[in-house]
């Protein structure tokens, strides 16, 4: 009888143990997925600043409010295919996959497309709604002997107009260098993403293409061609594009070499918040202005 009961009381400590260890995971998750939320909230706000003006929680939904009085869901809290977040993303979504700022010698694997999710109506309030109000933001910059239109919101076009001043020094000095760069493909164009009902960022005028090559995109090119590609391209051009907020499509399973593209959230995301945990401080790294304080400030009132 005795050895019954302690049997009993064994399993009934047992349980209440495991019970414990479910609710301390709980715990775990729950404040990394906090962190993760307000670092993903800290870098919008940081790459466009000015355009997200509140925060609202309804429903345990967490949503940013736009200067334009948009509604953007954090997250939809659904499983979704890859296509579904190209399709509909939430801002979870957007920044999911870190993009990396390592320098990289393999293309990545087929389903890493860090910053192939983007979140079309925040685009389109920053840069433009229509085509035509698009072009009226559009201004010149001057990449090598010619002028390319690019976006002037949001400080893109400065940000290529920096980028090209510095890679086009280095091109005097190198065959190379010069050789990826020129002739320079292209940057606004109004279009659609072949086979897709998406706008593409050129149609934004937030994206340049690079000198061409054959071997540079997933549907021209085997794996085995972009691989060949990927490691005789220049990682002066890369550094240089990324440390002006620009990502590179070398860096995406469906590769797009010739490709860079302006995404400030995605290179702020992975400048500041790339490491797993740090100690305590969610914020911690980020360089704290007035107006970043006041961002993060914001980010833990509405979310406690
Ligand atoms: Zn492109």
Redesign the pocket.
Known sequence: MKKVIIFLCLIFLNGCNSREAIKNIDNIEDKQYKTTMKQDILSIMMAYPGYIVDIKVENDNVYLITKGNQKIIYDHKTQKSDEEKLNNPSIKDVLEQIYPLNDIDTLPEQNFNPGRVRLYSLLKEVYGHTKEQIESNLVNVKCGYRNYPFNSKNNAAKSLEKAMKEVSLLAEQSYHIRNCLYPISGTYNFRYIAGTNRL???AFGI???LARDNRDYWKWASREQGQARLSSYSKEIVRIFEKNNFIW?GKWGYF?I??F?YRPELIIKSRYFSKKESNGIWYEGVPLNEEIKKYIQLIDSKLE
């Open positions: 593409s960022p050129h994206a340049i293409d499509g797009d010739l490709h593209e």
